[in-house]
Nanobody, 125 residues
Framework: QVQLLESGGGTVQPGDSLTLSCVAS????????MVWVRQSPGKAREFVAA????????TYADSVKGRFTVSRMNAKKTMYLQMESLAAEDTAKYYC??????????????????WGQGTQVTVSS
């Protein structure tokens, strides 16, 4: 049973940067694709970025492309989301997910088997 723990959230001003981390315990992430999603109150969970098992393949939502970068360090069982040029629209709770059955990144959120509890990001002036 894999547990995922997100951290790094906080309150920042528009234009600021923030880096989120997702650490896995109870298992390995080595062969698994991972994903970042976000959810705002009253809205559906939204795909943000995904990364394949090696980190060599990534995919992003159009809304964050060019501003966010997903990466991972399998030896540390950790995935990151570097966020730049943050805007109010990025305010949400951010969650990480793990797909134990696939090496490849996918935007299909139902493919992911494990989820963390989330970390809140608030962008406000």
């Amino acid at each position: 049973q894999v547990q995922l723990l997100e951290s790094g959230g906080g309150t920042v001003q528009p234009g600021d940067s923030l880096t989120l981390s997702c650490v896995a315990s109870g298992g390995t992430i080595f062969n698994s694709a991972m994903v970042w999603v976000r959810q705002s109150p009253g809205k559906a969970r939204e795909f943000v970025a995904a990364i394949n098992w090696s980190g060599g393949e990534t995919t992003y939502a159009d809304s964050v492309k060019g501003r966010f970068t997903v990466s991972r360090m399998n030896a540390k069982k950790t995935m990151y989301l570097q966020m730049e040029s943050l805007a109010a629209e990025d305010t949400a709770k951010y969650y990480c997910g793990l797909d134990v059955d696939s090496h490849s990144a996918t935007t299909r959120l139902t493919n992911y088997d494990y989820w963390g509890q989330g970390t809140q990001v608030t962008v406000s002036s």
